[in-house]
Each structure stands twice: as structure tokens, then as C-alpha cells.
């Protein structure tokens, strides 16, 4: 399979890619009966979820939610915070939350069938919360404080999301997008600085990687060094990095969403409440955009 960053758009190609979907909440509603579903009981029984969803929406990118399974499992299993003990350091709530085999054996056989299925026509990224987010949603769901948070506990935390991408190293899969929380106003260049053992390792196995910013938020360019993307709502070039320009606000809205710029590629996240029957006319005009 080719790597995430062959297939984007850059100066010598329009690319493969133009249009990237964040649309879990949304198909679990549609097909699952709740936002709230968990599809992850079971590999046979995601993939049957995913193959439905992947077919109702055609984007250009497959997407396995890696942080939404790791939470379903943890829910099941009675929840963080009982597993923490006095423990509430940020970085220990993030490295109980991220060491147990369980979720990672089944990410292994999600992965495993959902390349089965797509049989090397779509390529596969694996999204995940950025270090830096994980360590504020694991610090939260242990009582935590976000002020708890520095660039020193960002780096543990970025070797502990490291070892989580070592467990499916094995598998062909085209990239990782690392997503920030969208709140997330104290995102700091230092803070990206600090994920450089997930940036080693995934360039030890040759997977591209690409960055969802938070709303607003903008960064000096030579902080995206070593990302095949950036995804955020300006409309800034980030150094060599192709850019995902995020449209979701627009598509939520049915307002109008201008071309491309070159190296650009549109990135929405769809609201989970928006009615099919727009949906389906906001992805066929995004498209036509993007020829």
C-alpha cells in the first residue's frame, strides 16, 4: 500500500486525496442508533459497522477511531479511575489507560479485517489523540486538573502513545493522524516539539503522519516538520506539510465552500446530527470542488 504522503496533494500532483472524513459519531447514529453506540465489542461485529459506513460516505480515506476503541474498552472494564488507586500523576493515568493487551489484540484484528476488506483501493489511517490530548482526556476521566499539564509530561506521554503504535507496526496501513483536542487554546509549539518518539516511530516504519490543530489555533511552520499534513480551519501553507483545509463549520451549515488551493485537500468532521439527505448533497458539491 502506498504511505499517506504519497497520495496527497503536493506541487508535482493533485494527489489521491482530497477529501478526508471524521464521521464515526455520525454513522453511529445513522446505523447504530446512538452517537453513543459501541461497535467495538467485537472485530466481526466493527467490521460490519465500518463496512456500512465506508460505504455509505465513499471518502477518500479509511479511518479506524484508535482512541474511541481504547475509552469503549476501558468503559467496559469498569472505568479509570478505579484502576489509578492514589495514583493521579498525569502521565500514570495515561499509561494505565494505554498498557493493557486487551484493546491492543483487538485493534490488531480490526486492523487485520478492515485491510482485508478494503484490499488495498483505500488507504487506512489510524487516528488517534495527539499526545498531548491524551494526556488531558486520561487526566480528566482520573479527576485531574488540565493546569497538571507541562511540556516535560506531554514527552512521557508521547513515548507511552509510541508503544501503543508498536503493537500494529506489523500491518500496511498508509498513515496516523494525531488529533488535538479542539478546545485546546494552550497548544503550544513546545508541545508538539515533544512528540518526537510517535515521529520516530512511525518513521522507523515508514508510516506518514499528518496533525489536526485545534479551532483557531495557529503555529510556527518549522514546528510541522517531519508531519506529511496539517489539518486546520485557516488557510495557511504549514512549511513542506500538504494542508487539509477544515470545512466542517461550512458543511454543519450548508454554506458555500470555495476550491482548493494546490496542496490543499478539504478535511470535514461531520456533525452527528446533520440529516443524510444534506450530507450526501455536501459531500457530492465538496467533490466536485475538489476535481
Known amino acids: ?99 493493557s493487551e486487551a484493546p491492543k489484540a483487538m485493534l490488531a484484528e480490526v486492523v487485520t479485517a478492515v485491510l482485508s476488506h478494503l484490499r488495498g483501493q483505500t488507504p487506512l489511517v489510524l487516528s488517534m489523540p495527539s499526545p498531548r490530548a491524551w494526556l488531558l482526556h486520561a487526566n480528566r476521566l482520573a479527576g485531574g486538573t488540565d493546569d497538571e499539564i507541562d511540556a516535560d509530561t506531554v514527552e512521557d506521554a508521547a513515548m507511552y502513545v509510541a508503544d501503543l503504535i508498536r503493537s500494529v507496526s506489523a500491518f500496511p496501513v498508509a498513515g496516523l493522524l494525531l488529533e488535538e483536542q479542539r478546545d485546546d487554546q494552550a497548544l503550544e509549539a513546545a508541545h508538539i516539539e515533544r512528540y518526537r518518539s510517535v515521529l520516530n516511530v512511525a518513521g522507523h516504519y515508514r508510516w506518514s503522519l499528518a496533525l489536526r490543530l485545534p479551532s483557531g489555533v495557529r503555529l510556527p511552520p518549522e514546528v510541522f516538520d517531519g508531519f506529511a499534513a496539517v489539518i486546520g480551519d485557516g488557510n495557511e501553507r504549514p512549511g513542506h506539510s500538504a494542508f487539509g483545509r477544515d470545512d466542517s463549520a461550512a458543511f454543519a451549515m450548508g454554506t458555500y465552500v470555495g476550491p482548493l488551493a494546490q496542496e490543499q485537500f478539504h478535511f470535514v468532521e461531520i456533525n452527528p446530527q446533520q440529516q443524510p439527505e444534506a450530507v450526501l448533497e455536501q459531500l457530492a458539491h465538496l467533490r466536485a470542488c475538489a476535481a
Open 1 to 99: 500500500m502506498s504511505t499517506l504522503a504519497e497520495m496527497l496533494p503536493h506541487s508535482a500532483s493533485a494527489g489521491a486525496v482530497r477529501l478526508w472524513l471524521k464521521s464515526s459519531a455520525y454513522t453511529r447514529r445513522l446505523l447504530l442508533g446512538s452517537e453513543q453506540a459501541d461497535p467495538w465489542e467485537n472485530a466481526a461485529g466493527y467490521l460490519a459497522y465500518f463496512v456500512q459506513a465506508h460505504g455509505l460516505l465513499r471518502p477518500d480515506v479509511a479511518v479506524v477511531e484508535v482512541g474511541e476503541l481504547i475509552d469503549a474498552w476501558c468503559a467496559r472494564d469498569g472505568g479509570l479511575a478505579a484502576r489509578l488507586g492514589n495514583r493521579r500523576r498525569p502521565a500514570t493515568a495515561l499509561r494505565k489507560l494505554l498498557e
